[in-house]
């Protein structure tokens, strides 16, 4: 089992940064690849971001277009999204996930965080 908890989100303004953690408890997370993905409310869950295990492989979605950094640091169990320039839009609940390899799709995740609420401001 790996246990998961998201922090760090919060209501930023447009065009504010926030950067989000998500901290593994459990089996190795560092064999683990992490992803994070969004839903807000009435919508699918969506991707957002990917890193294989050690950190040299990212993946983003299509609308992040570089205002997100996906980031780990094994040796604190804890994976990170950092956003900047954030939109109205990239309002949701973002969880971390935990999987096989890394992907966009969320069928090679076998563990989920509970979320941590965004909400950006106009």
């Known amino acids: 089992q790996v246990q998961l908890v998201e922090s760090g989100g919060g209501l930023v303004q447009a065009g504010g940064s926030l950067r989000l953690s998500c901290a593994a408890s459990?089996?190795?997370?560092?064999?683990?690849?992490m992803g994070w993905f969004r839903q807000a409310p009435g919508k699918e869950r969506e991707f957002v971001a990917t890193i294989n295990m050690n950190g040299d492989y990212t993946y983003y979605g299509n609308f992040v277009k570089g205002r997100f950094t996906i980031s780990r640091d094994n040796a604190k169990n804890t994976v990170y999204l950092q956003m900047s320039s954030l939109k109205p839009e990239d309002t949701a609940s973002y969880y971390c996930?935990?999987?096989?390899?890394?992907?966009?799709?969320?069928?090679?995740?076998?563990?989920w965080g509970q979320g941590t609420q965004v909400t950006v401001s106009s």
């Open positions: 459990g089996r190795t997370f560092s064999g683990h690849a």
């Open positions: 996930a935990a999987g096989s390899w890394p992907s966009a799709s969320v069928n090679p995740y076998n563990y």
